[in-house]
Every structure is written in structure tokens, then in C-alpha cells.
């Protein structure tokens, strides 16, 4: 191969997650011979993306404006405040219709092993809107892997230690699912919280 | 979400193969989030790979020029020619130092179930060639796969055909494995091949 153009893009598309060298290959090889209108899409998709894709300055989440959507909505309910990893959990609770509320988007969690701590996740912002006087309850929507659990825990003693009222989705047997094949960690769980 | 851009980013990033769209949704998010400077790279790379990648108009590999830096050497033993099905198949040959013919590179293989046949492949191009003069031996490195196999069938036939001597790279145990742990059809390829 004479072409450094070519290995200058498989360098690039080996920064993408999850990417090696022979995925990186594979993309370059497919989207130069088979794909060349997706190419120029997705350099222009990338370009403009960098260019407009801001963070709100509410919640955090990504936008192309300073305040989202969603902060924006008067119809939204400002007691309540759910705390999410990232957008795609924040729109898969919106799908559900289920909650009129405000969100916060931590685009993460507590991570010691990566170096991430509360300061690095700049949990101070959320913290500080705890304060703002509107919002009573912090609903902890994080993951429920052992890094979004400490997220959730950091942030219910802040909101507790506030006033506020702190509360975690609920944890338990997801529907259409047999309890046999369940894990057993899930089902001490479904028993101990049971209602 | 209220951010086009993003949507139109996760959209192009699924015409990745491989990609689906939680891939694509997580690459999205860690380019925005953690990687600027890697997302405006990737777009310049993308963009240039577009503009100035071509095929060699000898052996069809990716180059930036019109005769690539393998085919225009003068040094290479032109009555010998490679078939392989990528430029990462050439590249891996060519790491080997074991070979100093000249290559064609088929950027990719027949393959009925997808609509691939010998003329979408190209192959009168490469078929053409055989009768150039210069060619002694067709050496056939296509992949051991059903397609790779097919394809160096049909090359063979068309070259034995023309007079050319026809060579298949040969099958059997790969170096510093064990034979308990090679699958039966190598192990009884590499007994009727024995030499």
C-alpha cells in the first residue's frame, strides 16, 4: 500500500470505541470501494457535529442550542429532577412516557479505576441546582453497574444532606422474563423490595 | 436530544460495517464527549482518503497514484503475479519477505449469495492481463474460505487456459500449532498434500 492518505484514515478510525486495526482496516477497505457517497456523509456529519453539538447549559445533555428542548418546556415538571449516565438513557425514559420531570445528564459516572471522581464528572453543577429551590425530589436514574450505583450514592447523600428527597429506580425482574433465568443477585433483590 | 447534527452523526457512523446503532450511538457520544480533535481528524481523513485514494491501474490496490509504488518497481520479477482478495492480504505477503513478483489485488472475492460474480469482480481485467507476456505463474492466495476457493477455481481454469502456470498457496497445519487443536479438514488436507 502507497497511500498514506489510506493509513491515515485507518489511524483514524482506530480512535472510534471499540475500533482495533483489522475493524479500522475493514471500514477504510469497505467505505472507499464499496461506499464513497457514505464517506463524504460521514465527514460532513462528523464536521458539522463538532461545529454545532454544545452542551445545555441546564442539563448537561448534548444540543445545538444553549438550553435543550426539554429545559426549555414550560409543561415540564421542575420539582423533579432525573439523574442519567447519558442521552440514550435519558431517551429511552422519554419513550416511555412515564415521566414529565427534568433531567440531569452526567454523560458518565464515578469511575476511580479511569481517574474519574466527583470533581472530573463535574457533579459541583448538579449538585449546586439542588439548591436552586425548585427542585424537591432527585429521582437516581444511573446504571445499575457497580460504577452507577456509587454515582447514585454519592449524589442521594449530597441531596439528602440538602432537604431533598432522594430516590432510585426501582431495581427487580424485568417484565416478560422467567424467573429461572434470572440472576440470583436480581431476584434477592426483586424479594428484599418487594411491595 | 434536540440536536439534528447528533442524529445525523449516529445515522453515518451506522454505514460502518459492523456498526448497528448502540455502536454507533456510543461512538458518537465518545467522539463529542472525550474526542474533538480525534472527530475533526477523522473528518479531514475521511476527506482526503476520498479525494486522493484510487485504484492502481496495473494491480487495482488502493495508491494515490496512478501506478502504485509495488507495480512501477523495477526490481520485481513481473513473470510472477499474486492474486489476493485485499490490500491487507498483500500487505500481510508482502511483511513475509518471501515473495518479489507482482500482485492483483481482487478487493474481494465471487460471491453468488451477495450478486458478486466474475464480471462484477472484475476478473476480465485481471484475465486480460495473463496475456501480457510477461506472466509465467499465477500464484492464487485468495482465502481459504468457500468464496476465496471459488475464485482461485475459476482464475486457475482461465490461466491454465491461456498456458500460464497456475499455483495454489498450499494448505495445511499453520507453524507452532498443535495437531490436537487444528480442525480435522486441515489436518486431512495437510496429509494428502504431504511432502
Known amino acids: 500500500m502507497s497511500a498514506p492518505a489510506l493509513?491515515?484514515?485507518?489511524?483514524?478510525?482506530?480512535?472510534?470505541?471499540?475500533?482495533?486495526?483489522?475493524?479500522?482496516q475493514r471500514m477504510a477497505y469497505h467505505m472507499l470501494q464499496h461506499d464513497r457517497q457514505g464517506t463524504v456523509l460521514l465527514a460532513r456529519a462528523l464536521e458539522e457535529a463538532n461545529a454545532s453539538v454544545v452542551h445545555c447549559?441546564?442539563?448537561?445533555?448534548?444540543?445545538?442550542?444553549?438550553?435543550?428542548?426539554t429545559c426549555s418546556d414550560?409543561?415540564?415538571?421542575?420539582?423533579?429532577?432525573?439523574v442519567v449516565e447519558t442521552p440514550a438513557d435519558q431517551a429511552a425514559i422519554e419513550r416511555t412516557l412515564s415521566y414529565r420531570g427534568l433531567y440531569y445528564v452526567l454523560m458518565g459516572?464515578?469511575?476511580?479505576?479511569?481517574?474519574?471522581?466527583?470533581?472530573?464528572?463535574?457533579?459541583?453543577?448538579?449538585?449546586?441546582?439542588?439548591?436552586?429551590g425548585l427542585v424537591g425530589e432527585v429521582i437516581l436514574a444511573t446504571n445499575f453497574t457497580a460504577?452507577?450505583?456509587a454515582t447514585a450514592h454519592v449524589?442521594?447523600?449530597?441531596?439528602?444532606?440538602?432537604g431533598l428527597n432522594a430516590t432510585r429506580i426501582a431495581r427487580?425482574?424485568?417484565i416478560g422474563?422467567?424467573?429461572?433465568?434470572?440472576?440470583?443477585?436480581?431476584?434477592?433483590?426483586?424479594?428484599?423490595?418487594?411491595?
Do not use: W
Not at 414550560?74 to 432525573?82: A, E, F, G, H, T
Not at 449524589?155 to 440538602?162: E, I, T, V
Open 7 to 24: 493509513d491515515a484514515l485507518i489511524e483514524a478510525l482506530r480512535k472510534l470505541p471499540g475500533v482495533g486495526v483489522k475493524s479500522a
Open 57 to 69: 447549559t441546564v442539563c448537561n445533555t448534548f444540543t445545538d442550542q444553549p438550553v435543550c428542548h
Open 74 to 82: 414550560p409543561q415540564r415538571d421542575k420539582s423533579r429532577l432525573c
Open 109 to 132: 459516572h464515578i469511575s476511580p479505576l479511569d481517574g474519574v471522581g466527583p470533581k472530573a464528572l463535574g457533579l459541583e453543577r448538579l449538585i449546586a441546582r439542588f439548591d436552586d
Open 147 to 149: 460504577e452507577g450505583e
Open 155 to 162: 449524589l442521594a447523600h449530597a441531596a439528602r444532606n440538602r
Open 172 to 174: 427487580g425482574i424485568p
Open 177 to 195: 422474563s422467567e424467573l429461572e433465568y434470572v440472576d440470583l443477585a436480581t431476584i434477592a433483590h426483586a424479594m428484599v423490595d418487594r411491595r
